[in-house]
């Protein structure tokens, strides 16, 4: 899967536990062509076993996928089938694990266009020609009412229940995705997160931090520390990725639970 010529991404991958959680339930991985984010959720262990199922999986299809000829929407859709399947199947044998689930937002890339496959309430956001666009719904009970006129933005970012997901991926069917296939523009810049950044950090602070920091892991180290100097309530995870006239990377990140538990290949 050869990029553009002259074409590529930059990227790097942070994660960060926060500063009121004991552990970190986040998951990410970085590479050439696939940028993903999956936030656990469940006791025991199960959210931090849910994330790095999602991104071992994901570690599986970006080693096995062929150079050419890959149909990007029905790939990160099938392996999202396999993540939920296999998520049934550990809750079935560890009743420990029962009720664990993850949110999953992932970019598969070839080239300048990408596939973006996204459920529950971890985000991507693109910076293009001077302006942030949320480029992912959040699948939430307070985007829910605010879809539907119930409550303003504003409202919804006081709500009492505002960290309720309504879809994730956590075992049953086929796991219900948002499924898109985009083309990226050069000096485009991408944004993957958790919420544990997007709770914290508004999207006038997030503009501002992607426009001014031209380096990746600068940026993405930065964004880290304005979430935790918020009161990092929750576990953080950025992904910065630029797409442009950058040399080819062969660089991976894979950082947060996926790490620490080396569930990863």
Known sequence: MA??????????????????????????????????????????AGGEVASSLAVTAMVRLDE???????????TLKNAARDVNHTLHDMSEHDPTLRGMGTTLTAMLWNGATFALAHVGDSRAYMLRDGALYQITHDHTLVQSLVDEGRITLEQAAEHPRRSMVLRVLEGTGDGELDLSLREAQPDDR??????????????????????EIADPDEAARWLIDLANRGGGPDNITCIVADFGAHTASAERYVVGAAL??????
């Not at 620490?260 to 290949?265: A, G, M, S, W």
């Open 3 to 44: 990029l553009n010529e002259g074409l590529a991404l930059r990227y790097a991958a942070r994660s960060d536990v926060g500063v009121r959680r004991e552990a970190n339930e986040d998951s990410g991985y970085a590479s050439a062509r696939l940028l993903v984010v999956a936030d656990g959720m469940g006791g025991h």
């Open 64 to 74: 096995s996928l062929p150079e050419s000829g890959v149909d990007l929407v029905a």
């Open 190 to 211: 991408y944004l993957l997160c958790s919420d544990g950044l997007t709770g914290v950090v508004g999207p006038e602070t997030l503009f501002n931090t992607l426009t």
């Open 260 to 265: 620490e538990r080396k569930l990863t290949p």
